[in-house]
């Protein structure tokens, strides 16, 4: 927090500060950005579509723990000895990885990953005799989409027309160069999580090459081209023609912006997996590979792995999607080592939310509330574990109903407000772009500086 | 529905020269009707019908349209023939040919209404080759959702309930009773998204579509956990259709050639709650809960504003007034006949509407948020129908569609593809479509338009420009032609301009009429269906 006060002071965008920085014009700004070591925090969102069930990610292996976990899960405990093993830096208690997790077990006993218990979306923390009592909780719990979209929003009950990165964007919008290229870039389709009040997401299709194809250089080619521009800049006052020939034209001054950025940059010699998400991330490294070419200082980024909605068959499902998950995020995390930004770029994951503890008829579970998540980074405060695990109990303390659905002791606004704290974004920022944070008494779990 | 006479004769005599120097086509499912002499509905009129409710404005089809009259067409379609379904050949173990059927019969099928609202009911009851690339399982569910397309809502919700397919996908098949001593609960998959997606949604709304609120100025939830563990332990005790020959089990064996069965020991014949207070009664068999609890659901108030609404998005326009909803709605809780949930009714109620019709004749004024963005498989056929494209069979129109992130049958999730209450952002309207058009999928359907009119198209869609290059000669003529084929007369002076110097930049008749195509089709005039 030092340093990122200092920072903003430094460069006069802290809301107190006005008066510095109306002596910068937009590029006087930037020159004066540019005089120093560069400057550079990102943050990566890796959304695990459908509900991760994170009872399964990380175990407690302490003797009492443990066997709760190993009668109320049934056919779904994993044995002990299958665990891999790490103790919390406080405190020392012992947790056991789910087993396919090797390399990510690997960053925390590394001190590189840390993970945060509980976490779910909340309006303000509740009890579950408070949850009975019909307390303030968010809207349509359990439903994969309204909980895609709270944990994106951090708006828990009402419809939110922005996300908290595009909110986050927007608060640091002058810290990037002009033209602006856009501060958040999701590399799996449109998502309200960038979306912000001035900041419009941009998208990257991994794998795809860039702009429009069939373009030369010929008379009749490039008259086609400015017709295509001047088309695309029309109002017709129709709100959806111009919605589509906006996000069109977006597309393709992103693209050629970001194809003269990549001109001439070394492949990466990192190798990722020939996956869906291992492809997502290799993108996302390569876009911070061209940072500096893009002018950006901070930036944002949006990569998801789906098939997380486990009603049926869990153990063999999620074996194959957390595979794919720690291999992935692994050579992400030595593609930051290779391009020398692993302090600077730190990875955590969202889901729908936890699942049941308590297994179906179909060795599934189903829709729950608040589960564990990781943060990676070499700025990470990791090898530990923040916040606090539920009393494995049905009905117990932490259940909102009967089959162990944990009712968070932290809240997404928490969490990512910590996120965001690192990022660079001062209290009151905090408070503008997590409103209901207020609601609670820590403002930063610690697991970033 | 009055356009001007000499606009209309124009517009006729213009889509007979086209519709005649496109021999590409194929004629053999629908033959290509003369121009009336005397249409009783106009060019654009007929068109935008035909964006509602087909799979795209054909030449052939606009004629149909014009000849017979919008509620005589509709009419005609509730009666066409239906294409067929074909299970896939015994060596294809993928959806390959599904896929290619599918665009085969969208292409060139006479039953365009019955495929246009099967395709929606396909994105409201989803199951998805992505958790199983199976013929055998996808054919079954698909030709539900063709016979019910045109009837009763009620019995779609219990064919496809009891559809292996839609079993396996949200695991009520071998959903089996809770079990204490077992510590294992029922499983909720169905039971949830039944409610939420296929029938009424998560909140109480009024007929118009709006969401009720409480006392306080709040929305109201349509159910909770206690409906839903209800509605879960309603579904326990069905499994897959036994093995022919076979006794059946407690848990039969995959397969998808007929309804799932009951296994009555796996049922849950406690008490049950539903919807609105309503208790299933103890004692009763897996059928009798079955129907207790789909008529529960089929009754609840939201059934027709939730699914009517959606089938406006689909077919109409994706920002519906309340009135438009309420009307669909009110057709949907009584035909006329005291029958409710006749999927006829609603679909005259959809396409006949006065909000669906309002601009037959006129652009819809300045600032209006009216249609909806053709989505990937609708730009395909879209485009091909009016260009006359002869789509044989062994088609690779879905690999088009993939690469605009709609892989027919594949949807990601049961979410299907969009969401019906996408925002888009920043325009203060929803936009399902605009769920799948991210600014680098823009650019991935100039891409499509590229591969189309610029480079060989793969999969065997043979393309006939002749016409276009044949008005060509005259720049003014060319861009008049794509005009009337493209935007039925509807494109503005600006664009018309547009296009037009870009086409005089060369003197190639044949590089002309590709430019003014991949312009006009690029406009955002064309991508939206208004």
């Known amino acids: 927090m030092k340093i990122t006060r200092r920072a903003l002071f430094r460069f006069g965008l802290s809301a107190g500060a006005t008066g510095v920085a109306g002596r910068f014009s937009r590029f006087g700004l930037w020159n004066a950005l540019a005089q120093d070591a560069y400057d550079y925090k990102a943050l990566v969102c890796l959304f695990l579509f459908g509900g991760n069930d994170s009872n399964n990610l990380i175990v407690p292996l302490e003797t009492r723990e443990y066997n709760a976990y190993k009668l109320l899960r049934r056919g779904l405990a994993l044995e002990a000895s299958t665990l891999l093993p790490v103790n919390a830096l406080t405190g020392g208690a012992a947790y056991g990885f789910h087993p396919k997790l090797s390399e990510l077990r690997q960053s925390y006993v590394n001190g590189r990953l840390a993970v945060v218990a509980n976490v779910g979306t909340l309006v303000a923390p509740v009890t579950r005799p408070q949850y009975l009592a019909g307390a303030a909780v968010p809207s349509n719990l359990f439903s994969h989409l309204d909980q895609q979209t709270e944990w994106q929003t951090a708006s828990p009950q009402a419809t939110a027309a922005t996300g908290w990165a595009g909110r986050l964007a927007d608060r640091i919008a002058g810290w990037n160069a002009p033209p602006a290229f856009p501060a958040f870039i999701s590399v799996s389709g ?10 419009q997401p941009g998208t990257v299709i991994p794998g795809r090459g860039l702009g429009p194809a069939g373009f030369n250089t010929s008379a009749a080619s490039q008259a086609r081209f400015r017709g295509l521009q001047q088309i695309l800049t029309f109002d017709t006052g129709m709100t959806l023609v111009h919605a589509a020939n906006s996000i069109l034209e977006q597309g393709l001054q992103d693209d050629a912006r970001l194809s003269k950025a990549l001109q001439g940059l070394p492949a990466l010699q990192t190798v990722f997996p020939a996956t869906g998400i291992g492809q997502q991330l290799q993108q996302v490294a390569r876009l911070i590979q061209a940072r500096q070419q893009l002018g950006m200082r901070r930036q944002l980024f949006f990569a998801s792995l789906g098939g997380f909605d486990t009603h049926i068959g869990q153990l063999a499902t999620q074996e194959s999607l957390f595979t794919q998950l720690s291999t992935a995020v692994s050579a992400f995390e030595n593609a930051t080592l290779e391009l020398g930004v692993d302090q600077q770029v730190t990875l955590f994951t969202e889901s729908d939310f936890n699942r049941t503890f308590q297994p179906n008829g179909n060795a599934g579970t189903d829709h729950a509330w608040g589960g564990h998540h990781i943060v990676l980074g070499g700025a990470v405060r990791g ?7 539920p009393t494995f ?3 117990g303390p932490d259940d909102a109903a009967s089959e162990g659905r944990w009712i968070p002791s932290v809240s997404v606004d928490q969490y990512a407000a910590t996120l965001a704290a690192w990022f660079g974004v001062d209290a009151d920022g905090l408070t503008a772009v997590f409103p209901n944070l207020s609601n609670f008494e820590t403002r930063n779990l610690g697991f970033l500086p | 529905m009055q356009a001007q006479p000499a606009v209309r004769t124009a517009l006729g005599a213009s889509l007979a020269l086209w519709a005649m120097m496109s021999p590409g086509r194929a004629q053999d499912l629908e033959p290509i009707p003369a121009p009336d002499p005397s249409p009783k509905v106009s060019v654009r009129a007929a068109t935008r019908l035909l964006d509602q409710a087909t799979f795209g404005a054909a030449p052939g089809a606009v004629y149909g349209v014009q000849r017979l009259g919008m509620e005589s067409w509709i009419e005609t379609q509730f009666s066409a023939p239906e294409s067929p379904i074909s299970d896939a050949p015994a060596d294809v173990t993928n959806l390959t040919t599904v896929q290619q059927e599918f665009f085969y019969n969208a292409m060139n099928g006479g039953d365009q209404l019955r495929q246009r609202v099967a395709f929606a009911l396909s994105k409201i009851w989803v199951v998805s080759g992505a958790r199983f690339n199976d013929p055998a399982a996808i054919v079954p569910y698909l030709r539900v959702l063709q016979k019910h397309a045109f009837g009763n809502y009620y019995d779609l919700m219990s064919e496809i309930t009891l559809n292996p397919a839609m079993g396996r996908y949200l695991d009520m098949a071998n959903n089996v009773k809770p079990n204490p001593a077992l510590g294992r609960s029922a499983n909720e998959n169905y039971a949830r998204e039944l409610l939420q997606l296929f029938t ?6 009024n007929p118009d579509g709006s969401r009720r609120m409480d006392g306080q100025g709040r929305p109201i939830q349509a159910y909770g956990q206690p409906e839903i563990v209800g509605f879960a332990r309603a579904f326990t005790g069905w499994t897959y259709p036994p093995v022919p020959g076979q006794a059946s089990g407690a848990r039969n064996p995959v397969r998808y050639d007929g309804p799932m069965v009951p296994f009555a020991a796996n049922h849950d014949t406690g008490e049950k709650m539903l919807l609105g207070g309503t208790l299933l009664p103890a004692g009763q068999s897996p059928e009798k809960d079955l129907a207790g609890a789909l008529s529960n659901v089929f009754h609840h108030p939201n059934v027709g504003p939730f699914i009517g609404k959606q089938l406006i998005q689909q077919l109409v326009t ?17 035909n006329g006949q005291g029958v409710r949930g006749d999927m006829r009714a609603v679909i005259r109620a959809v396409l006949l509407d006065p909000e669906a019709r309002m601009y037959d004749d006129s652009p819809p004024p300045e600032a209006h948020r009216y249609g909806h963005l053709r989505e990937p498989v609708l730009l395909v056929t879209g485009l091909l129908r009016r260009l006359g494209a002869g789509v044989p069979r062994d088609n690779n129109l879905a690999g088009y569609a993939r690469n605009l992130d709609q892989n027919v049958y594949f949807p990601p999730t049961v979410f299907s593809y969009f969401a019906p209450g996408y925002e888009i952002p920043g325009a203060g309207a929803l936009g399902p479509e605009f769920q799948l058009l991210s600014p680098s999928r823009a650019i991935a359907r100039l891409n499509f338009l590229n591969q189309l009119f610029f480079s060989t198209p793969g999969g065997g869609t043979p393309l006939d420009l002749s016409a276009f290059t044949a008005a060509a000669r005259e720049p003014e003529a060319l861009v008049r032609l794509v005009n009337q084929v493209l935007m039925a ?6 664009l018309r301009q547009a296009i037009l110097q870009a086409v005089n930049a060369t003197t190639d008749s044949q590089l002309r009429a590709k430019t003014a195509l991949y312009l006009a089709a690029a406009s955002g005039a064309f991508q939206v269906v208004q």
């Open chain 1, 383 to 389: 090898g530990d574990i923040y916040g606090r695990f």
């Open chain 1, 393 to 395: 109990e049905l009905g």
């Open chain 2, 489 to 494: 007369g509807a494109m503005t002076a600006e």
């Open chain 1, 190 to 199: 449109s998502q309200i999580l960038g979306q912000g009040e001035r900041t």
């Open chain 2, 200 to 205: 009424i949604g998560t909140y109480e709304l």
């Open chain 2, 318 to 334: 994706s920002n519906p007034s309340p009135e438009y909803v309420s009307r669909v709605a009110s057709a949907f809780a009584d």
